[in-house]
């Protein structure tokens, strides 16, 4: 079946440093990809949808200049959180819609494919 | 309000017990339902897709009351290995999925 493939699957790094995770389909075209945060013991909360060739669209809440998305091919998508800080740590999970599959319908869930997740810690 | 809602838990119950798990959802365009499930510290995995007409997969059964905007899941003859978080998710045509919180299932020997 279709692999969607995130890296890195956990990373910790200092305050006020950037971190790119990286988030690939690797048998299927991805026109849209979207990036969710993760709290503990909370939902899947979604920050933004990705679309290939174009900006990103950003949920309410979520500071687009500091977690910057870049969808520069079907295949890659790109979440950088920069100036990261203790409040940031979650875990980063993104999805990728099956170009084929998904086209012109409503679509079933066995269309969307979950990366493994990135576990963010920063100190 | 909240997109979607359900009990976050944590039910336990002994092996062999069947359980039942609810949601509701706010928004009435809604086309899509689906449950996943997590494991602790890994991605949602696609547990079913949810119909009007009710569905069944092995020993879990999920049904869809669109007039109510009620989702359900029943788990028959549990297993130690169907200790996990069940996701409740919506879906509008062509966007990403609503996730509930999660109920979390903990099946003891």
């Known amino acids: 079946g279709a692999v969607v493939s995130q890296h890195p699957s956990w990373v910790i790094c200092k305050s006020g440093t950037s971190v790119k995770i990286e988030c690939r389909s690797l048998d299927f075209q991805a026109t849209t990809m979207f990036w969710y945060r993760q709290f503990p013991k909370q939902s899947l909360m979604l920050m933004a949808t990705s679309n290939e060739g174009s900006k990103a669209t950003y949920e309410q809440g979520v500071e687009k200049d500091k977690f910057l998305i870049n969808h520069a091919s079907l295949t890659l998508s790109t979440l950088t959180v920069t100036s990261a800080h203790p409040e940031d740590s979650s875990f980063y999970i993104c999805s990728a819609r099956d170009f084929e599959t998904g086209q012109g319908s409503a679509s079933s869930g066995n269309t969307i494919y979950f990366g493994e997740g990135s576990w963010l810690t920063v100190v | 309000r909240k997109e979607v809602e359900q009990d976050p838990g944590p039910f336990n119950v002994p092996e062999g017990a069947t359980v039942a798990f609810n949601c509701t959802y706010s928004n009435s365009a809604s086309q899509s339902f689906f449950w996943y499930r997590q494991d602790c510290r890994k991605e949602p995995k696609l547990l079913m897709s949810?119909?009007?007409s009710g569905n069944e997969d092995g020993r879990f059964t999920a049904q869809l009351n669109r007039a109510s905007q009620y989702i359900s899941l029943l788990i028959r003859d549990s297993k130690l290995s169907d200790s996990a978080t069940y996701l409740c998710?919506?879906?509008?045509?062509?966007?990403?999925?609503?996730f509930g919180k999660g109920t979390t299932l903990s099946v003891s020997s």
């Open positions: 949810v119909y009007s």
């Open positions: 998710v919506v879906r509008f045509a062509g966007t990403a999925l609503i």
